[in-house]
């Protein structure tokens, strides 16, 4: 679902950047709440893991591979605003260290899965959880069918955004300037990747991990979940730590097993560099001119497609890319609470000096 530099056009990638920059902002002050207490450590860890489940890479029929994104996850967790903002620090840190995604198109891939997805997703949630207790089976279920949704309108708004290109920007005599795709190819391509096996396993994991805290740690499911009644016996009152730890536990695993994602023939459908289309199917004679233009528009990756330039020892790269990607988002997600709160106790007294 990650779109390269040169399939969208500049006018595209602008548009769902403008959108983005004020989204991001009200993000990151809705964020407070959350960065206010002491679980603010949970939003590098949710940044992390949703850097990490994009890098386990499933196959599709048909050759091409998917990935979840556990944007929903975040949101039920921690709030859709926390997932806008752990998402697109995911987002960033995969294009700039590790040519994911194209940094001119990240306004496009940032709408996508990290605005889109967990907002429909939470949508879907509360939907279904409507007078349920916090330890229902349903709310389990309910999460994994929102993370489904999500990320199946979010790969519906990929498909637009790439279908829309041909239709939009091409030469006078019809020649596509970038994405060679037409809606009628674009969608039915992301449609068979995501309903099928990608939401399937987003589905799994959400639910999955909400019905293991529901079970192990309902006071992190409360953090997003005030007065919501408990019909269970009500669980002793417990630190962030065990959280933490248990989370930290988690991400490691992933960093281990991340060379799994390695296993998937065949690349994601949309992110084939310009020299790997198959130009008879649509008709060119050449690549796009804008595409040719724009794509690898950043050449500053630390580690290229998740491994070495020289190509050898594929697992050791992957799992170094998931160490360094993984530091890097929780760097980052601890650089914005530190801003945060520095801003929130300067603030009180201003107020103060002023009075």
Sequence with gaps: MHIPDGY?????????????????????????????????????????????????????????????????????LLGPWAAVVCVSVALVIQALFFGDGGVLALGANTFNMALVMPFVGYGVYLLLTRNTSLTSRRRAIAAGLGGYVGLNVAALCAATELGLQPVLFHSANGTP???????????????????????????????????????????????????????????????????LRWALIGIA???????????????????????????????LHAIPSGLQHYNGFWKHTLLGDYGFSSGRHANIGYVLSAIVGALAVGAVIFFFVGGVRLAMRRRPEAQADAA
């Design 253 to 283: 695993t992933m960093i281990v097993l991340s060379p799994l994602g390695l296993l998937a023939p065949g690349g994601a459908y949309g992110e084939d560099s310009p020299t790997d289309l198959n130009l008879h199917k649509y008709g």
């Design 8 to 76: 969208l056009s500049p006018a595209t990638c602008a548009v769902a950047g403008a959108v983005m920059v004020p989204v991001i902002g009200v993000a990151c002050a809705k964020t407070k709440e959350v960065v206010k207490d002491r679980h603010a450590p949970l939003l590098a860890l949710g940044a992390a893991y949703s850097f990490l489940v994009m890098m386990f890479n499933v196959p599709i029929p048909g050759g091409t591979t998917a990935h979840a994104v556990g944007a929903v996850l975040i949101a039920v």
């Design 177 to 243: 300037l970038y994405a060679p795709y037409h809606l009628s190819t674009t969608i039915p391509a992301m449609a068979l990747a995501h309903l099928t096996v990608a939401g399937f396993s987003e589905f799994v994991l959400t639910a999955g991990i909400v019905a293991y805290l529901q079970r192990a740690n309902l006071p992190l499911l409360r953090i997003n979940h005030s007065g919501i009644v408990d019909t269970d016996a009500e669980l002793a009152p417990q630190s962030g730590r065990p959280a």
